[in-house]
């Protein structure tokens, strides 16, 4: 059995249906927010997030067109409306969830 073996990978359509998985997780009882990560890997743009830890680990992810511009995206919590921003801003309703850039990742994109 690989190191593999005991992840999950849900590919997405766009960052609508990505950053529910945020929304949700931010609503539960541990409040965790999951970080975003971006790498370029084979020739391809991924952002992706990651939850779960018993039982195996769920890699969520998106191919993107380009690199994100901005730094930051900002998550409206009550519509789930996101604009990407280049800083952490003030309005208490919203998410600032930092996009963090990867050299490198052991994970193995399907």
């Not at 249906?17 to 541990?30: A, G, P, R």
């Not at 998550?75 to 930092?98: C, H, N, Q, W």
């Amino acid at each position: 059995m690989s190191s593999q073996d005991s992840f999950t990978y849900l590919k997405y359509k766009g960052y609508d249906d990505l950053l529910k998985v945020i929304l949700y997780s931010s609503q539960s009882m541990l409040g965790a927010i999951p970080l975003i990560y971006h790498i370029h890997q084979n020739n391809q743009n991924i952002i992706f997030i990651q939850t779960g830890t018993i039982g195996g680990i769920i890699v969520h992810y998106l191919i993107i067109p380009e690199k994100p511009k901005k730094k930051f995206i900002e998550l409206k919590r009550l519509t789930g409306d996101f604009a990407f921003v280049e800083k952490i801003g003030s309005d208490s309703m919203s998410l600032y969830i930092p996009i963090l850039e990867l050299e490198k990742v052991t994970l193995n994109f399907p």
